[in-house]
């Protein structure tokens, strides 16, 4: 009677021992998920941070004063400039 109340005893610690192992393996998976997603929702928070001064930037260039033929050349320049700027972040951002 003892022999397999022990038995069943070790059974059981055997059966709590592996399932523990497991929820330790799902726990360090769910981390680095978490990770994954923190890391991902940083670069969407630049890029759309990124969107946010080009979007300024474009208000600014609308709201200078200038002759047509000089508005269109400003802006290009501008445009040119920005994409320029983009290539570079993401450039450093790899």
Same mark, same amino acid.
Request: no cysteine; proline share 1%.
């Given at each position: ?17 592996? +399932?523990?192992?497991q !929820?330790?393996?799902?726990n ?8 994954? /997603? =923190?890391? &991902? ?5 630049q ?8 979007? +300024?930037?474009a208000k !600014?260039v ?6 047509e033929?000089e508005?269109?050349? /400003? =802006?290009? &320049? ?14 450093l951002?790899?």
């Amino acid at each position: 009677m003892i022999h397999e109340e022990l038995q069943r005893t070790e059974k059981l610690a055997s059966q709590v021992s592996r +399932k523990l192992q497991q !929820l330790e393996q799902d726990n360090q998976s769910l981390r680095e998920e978490l990770f994954s /997603l =923190r890391t &991902k929702l940083e670069e969407k928070e630049q890029v759309l941070e990124d969107f946010k001064n080009q979007i +300024k930037i474009a208000k !600014l260039v609308n709201s200078i004063p200038v002759e047509e033929m000089e508005s269109a050349e /400003l =802006r290009e &320049k501008i445009n040119s400039y920005i994409k320029e700027i983009d290539t570079i972040i993401a450039y450093l951002s790899e």
